[in-house]
Nanobody
Framework: QVQLVESGGGLVQPGGSLRLSCIAS????????MGWYRQAPGKERELVAH????????DYAESVKGRFTISRDNAKNTVYLQMNSLKPEDTAVYYC?????????WGQGIQVTVSS
């Protein structure tokens, strides 16, 4: 059974930081690219960042470049998203995704709220 379980979300003030984690099971984690998406109320789901199978390369949405960092630990079947200098517009439900030719598996999502 495939599972992607996100953790680390919550409420943070503008300028603060959060680290999201996603633990994967039920598939060969180290053969999939991994990504983080987000969906704000009334908006479409958008790609935030994705990382290569080995972790050596990553791409980011323009809106988060320089503030967010994606990383992975294949020994722990885990992908992370370090989010710094958070802004109110980063408020969304964040989803972990496993990608092979197309988005294949999704986590249940975790809420991140940036507000004073």
């Amino acid at each position: 059974q495939v599972q992607l379980v996100e953790s680390g979300g919550g409420l943070v003030q503008p300028g603060g930081s959060l680290r999201l984690s996603c633990i994967a099971s039920g598939f060969s984690f180290n053969t999939y690219r991994m990504g983080w998406y987000r969906q704000a109320p009334g908006k479409e789901r958008e790609l935030v960042a994705h990382i290569s199978i080995g972790g050596s390369s990553a791409d980011y949405a323009e809106s988060v470049k320089g503030r967010f960092t994606i990383s992975r630990d294949n020994a722990k079947n885990t992908v992370y998203l370090q989010m710094n200098s958070l802004k109110p517009e980063d408020t969304a439900v964040y989803y972990c995704n496993a990608y092979m030719n197309a988005p294949r598996y999704w986590g249940q999502g975790i809420q991140v709220t940036v507000s004073s």
